[in-house]
């Protein structure tokens, strides 16, 4: 039985020791010449302005978490919806209670204005 999991634990080896020795090769290899503009921090192109640890708005995290909790919501939906004939109803009773607690929850969210750009 242990001998089934070799081959795995050889390939888990070779990786470590491949993405340590590219680490420290990089180390190694790499000229260091800093200088004020290589040390500046870099905003996409552009100059930074202001405090690089600027604070977000709570609205923004919010809409981020409805974003995952509504895209795993497709993630369980879209095999349920191409097995639903083999599953039976037990399985549709059970992914419509999973519908209504997240239409619950989204029209909690709407109605303490959640969604609001402002």
């Known amino acids: 039985m242990l001998g089934s999991y070799i081959p795995l634990l050889i390939l888990f080896g070779v990786s470590i020791v491949n993405a340590l020795g ?5 180390h190694i290899l790499n000229p260091r010449r800093p200088n004020p ?3 500046m921090p870099y905003e996409s ?3 930074p302005i202001g405090d690089t640890r600027a604070r977000f708005s709570v609205k923004f995290y919010l809409v981020a978490i409805s974003f995952i909790v ?9 095999p349920w919806a191409v097995e639903m004939r083999e599953l039976g109803w037990g399985a549709f009773l059970a992914v419509s209670m999973f519908v209504f607690v997240l239409a619950v929850g989204l029209v909690y969210e709407w109605k303490k204005g959640g969604l609001e750009w402002d």
């Open 22 to 26: 590219m680490g420290i090769a990089s």
């Open 37 to 39: 503009q290589k040390d």
């Open 45 to 47: 192109g552009m100059i």
């Open 70 to 78: 509504f895209d795993l919501e497709t993630i369980f939906l879209i």
